[in-house]
């Protein structure tokens, strides 16, 4: 993989669907990777493996989107925006290597904006309002030290596409983190305002966490960087009584439906568009 791009591989065959999601012309660490499914791969578990990636990294993304304008800062607001390309870019990808394996054919902007709410397989806890600063750091750190643990065991998946995709995210991803933990650290260690509201964001935070741990098992990894930077921030890292369901079976909070409407307005209002 010394070819410094992959996203050219993965929407071969969909040149001309420059349509709503994300423009064309970029590029991609995963170029030259070959597509086929290696052998004692099976296709379907891998595109639904790539799909509730994806749509855990769209949902997040779009959420962080709405702190443009909002942040407290406007290097803060750049920040968040930056995350937010981050997780669209690995969208981007592993809805593309859906695509590919799961017999549609399908490009990005099919599973981005042409799904309904049932359909997404998000974990719920990126579905959550956007809430305040405190609630989005706390969210931030709790999702990227889950997602960071998850892309670092891909990283070594049979599937090379995926395994590719994975690396590039976590590199990516060690940023978010660390991010996410120096602003709370800040936050909690702060004001006493500031204190009160990481307090909430984390009784918040809380019931939805146990959800991801059955998506993926990292909790050891996850609760060792909520303990370490808790302590730090001087706030204690309060008990959890976890919340029923999982969206990786369908089942959403209300907030899903419209947050998609939103975000797919534009695109359904008019499908065949090209910019």
Known sequence: M????VYLTLVEGHEDDSRWAYGTGFEDPLHGV??????????????????????????SAQRLAEWTTRAPELEEEVAL??????????????????GQVDGSGRGEDAYAYFRDAPEFRCVRLT??????FAFTIVRLLVLSSWRLAHLTELSAHPDPVLAAIAAKGVKELAY???????????????????????????????????ELFAAYDARDEVVA???QVTEAARVPL????????????????????????ELQSVARAHPEATW
């Open 238 to 261: 309060p008990d959890w009584s976890p919340r029923p369901g999982s969206g990786r079976d369908g089942d959403h909070t209300e907030h899903l439906a419209p947050l998609l409407a």
């Open 176 to 210: 978010h983190r660390q991010y996410a933990a120096e602003w709370l650290v800040r936050l909690g260690d702060g004001t006493e305002e500031s204190h009160r509201r990481t307090r909430a964001a984390l009784a918040d935070t809380g019931p939805w966490v146990e």
């Open 34 to 59: 070959d597509t086929t499914v290696p052998e004692g791969v099976d296709a379907g578990p891998l595109a639904a493996l790539c799909t509730a990636l994806a749509d855990d990294a769209l949902v």
């Open 127 to 132: 579905e959550l309002p956007r809430g305040d």
């Open 225 to 227: 960087v909520l303990r």
């Open 2 to 5: 010394s070819d410094d791009h």
């Open 81 to 98: 925006a930056n995350i937010g390309l981050d997780l669209l870019g690995q969208a981007r990808l592993l809805y593309a290597r859906t």
